[in-house]
């Protein structure tokens, strides 16, 4: 959920709407600068393009399907459109680069003229690449690991490159694939931090059997696990609305030796 919430008068919000970035926050998102590779789309994503410093886009992933991550796919339209020819221009062309197994699921995301992906692919916008478990993709090999949530897949990317690794999972982890070796000792992991059980707004608390605990730890867990994973340094992001927490709360929960940070909109890291 963006913030500010469209309309929404709550404390957090107001702030957000008075102070902007990093008060403000769009949808999840993320840019590997070494081969200009963008990481979901959400519904804001032009406006997160248009103010940052990327200059192409060559290749999109998605993390899963779910509409907050996919509902700017439209964007490769919006890049590479020639409106001449209501065509591409060629030079502008994404390569969508999927897992496999996400192959049938990209078909469900349609218009009223069917599968958007056909479109995008008869009109030349995208060219699909499916995948399965790695791919290298000039000097940085790009692992899949499925995060086993039956029909609601969602992935764990890993990226490598001379001997550093980022891990990168925003959203729907559990149960995170742990046992894995890949995920293990990043230079960099970006996850998101799980269920902040007080602090709610309207003074809610997360039932036992709430839906959101399918798919998150809480953050006390969460922050049990990236101790097991032994990162280098972790960055917190796809942080909710509802939990009631601004900016400046959640700079208060990070360390002082800067292994734990919070995400915030254009936030730019090396590896």
């Known amino acids: 959920m963006v913030i500010p919430k469209p309309l929404c008068r709550c404390r957090v919000c107001q702030e957000a709407r008075k102070r902007g970035i990093p008060y403000s926050r769009a949808g999840p998102c993320a840019f590997l600068h070494d081969i200009n590779l963008l990481i979901d789309t959400p519904a804001e994503i032009v406006s997160l393009l248009n103010r940052s410093p990327i200059r192409r886009v060559d290749y999109l ?19 590479a459109l020639d409106f001449r020819t209501w065509r591409a221009y060629p030079e502008k062309q994404i390569c969508l680069l999927l897992p496999d197994q996400l192959g049938e699921g990209i078909r469900n995301i349609r218009s009223q003229y069917g599968p958007l992906i056909d479109f995008y692919q008869e009109s030349g916008f995208v060219r699909l690449m499916l995948f399965q478990g790695s791919v290298q993709i000039r000097d940085v090999r790009i692992t899949a690991i499925a995060v086993d949530r039956g029909s609601q897949l969602a992935f764990v990317y890993i990226f490598e490159k001379s001997g550093r690794k980022v891990v990168y999972a925003p959203c729907d982890i559990k149960p995170f694939p742990e046992h894995r070796n890949e995920v293990q000792q990043a230079d960099l992991l970006v996850i998101q931090p799980g269920i ?4 709610l707004k309207h003074g809610f608390r997360y039932p036992a059997d709430h839906i959101s605990r399918t798919t998150l730890y809480t953050f006390e867990q969460t922050l049990d696990l990236v101790a097991r994973l032994h990162a280098k340094r972790t960055i917190f992001v796809h942080l909710e609305e509802y939990w009631n927490r601004s900016y400046d709360d959640y700079r208060s929960l990070e360390t002082n030796d800067q292994r734990i940070r919070f995400a915030y909109d254009g936030m730019q890291l090396t590896v």
């Open 61 to 79: 992933m998605f993390t899963h399907l779910d509409p907050d991550h996919v509902e700017g796919f439209r964007v490769v339209e919006q890049i």
């Open 196 to 199: 902040f059980e007080k602090g």
